[in-house]
C-alpha cells in the first residue's frame, strides 16, 4: 500500500515543487554550528568511540554551538551513563543525500576505530523525491560501505521524522512528504536489518515549537538534546537487551 501511495505523490508533483519553492523563500538559511566537530569527554576505560554521519542534522545546523549538537550531546549521554570516555566526531553536510554521503564523504573518512556509529540520512533522499530503487541503491551502498570499513561498530540509524510536523511545511506539502518518508522509513529499516545495522524508532515530536529551531525545519537545542536522549539507549544497546525476555 505505501509503495502504491508513494507513487500516487507523483501526481501531487506540481503542488510539491510550487509550495517547495515558496518554502525555499521563506525559509531562514541556516549553516552549520560553530565549534569543535571533534572532541573527547574524559571518563574511564575503554573509551567509546562515537562518529554521528549525515546531512545538516548531524553538522547541528539551526544552533549557534556544536556543543549543544546531535553528536555532543549523544556523547555526554553516553558517557554519563557508562561512566567511560568518550571520543566523537560529526561529519555532516547540508543538503546530503544517501548518494552524497557514501560517494563523497564516507572514502574521504579515515579509519579510525570507531565503536559506534549513527546515521542521521534520507530527510533530503525524501525531500528531493528520490525513487524508493534509487535510495535502496545508495542507503544499502552505504550501509556496506560502512560494515566493509568498521565491521566491529555498532551502526544505528535514525529514521525520518514525521513531516506533518515540521512547521515550515504547509499541510499538504507535509503530507505528500509524509507519504514518501512513511515509504523510505519502510525500506531503510529493512535494509538496516539486512545489512547489519540497527534502526531506530522515529524520534517523537510532542512540542514542535520547542523542538525546532528558528527556520521551522531544522532542531533547536532542546530539539537535538531530546533527538539524544531517544537515540542513545539503542547506541548503547540497551533498548535492545531490555526488550528480552526474561528466563
Known sequence: MSRIATLLTWFAFPVYVWQGI?????????????????????????????LVLGDSSAASVGIGHSENGLAAQLALILSKRTGRAVRWRAAGFNSATSGQIRDHVLPNLSAEPWTHIVLSIGTNDTKNFHSLPRFKKEFGGLLYALRAKWPEARVVWSPVVEFTRV?????????????RAQAINGLGERLCLERGAVPSARLPILDPQLGFSTDGFHASEAGYRAWAEHLADLVLGEAENSALPVA
Do not use: N, Y
Not at 22 to 50: D, Q, Y
Not at 167 to 179: D, K, T, V, Y
Open 22 to 50: 515558496g518554502v525555499r523563500r521563506r525559509t531562514e538559511r541556516m549553516f552549520p554550528a560553530k565549534g569543535p566537530v571533534l572532541h573527547a569527554i574524559a571518563g574511564g576505560e575503554p573509551p567509546l568511540s562515537l
Open 167 to 179: 512547521p515550515a511545511l504547509p499541510p499538504l506539502l507535509g503530507r505528500i512528504l509524509e507519504i
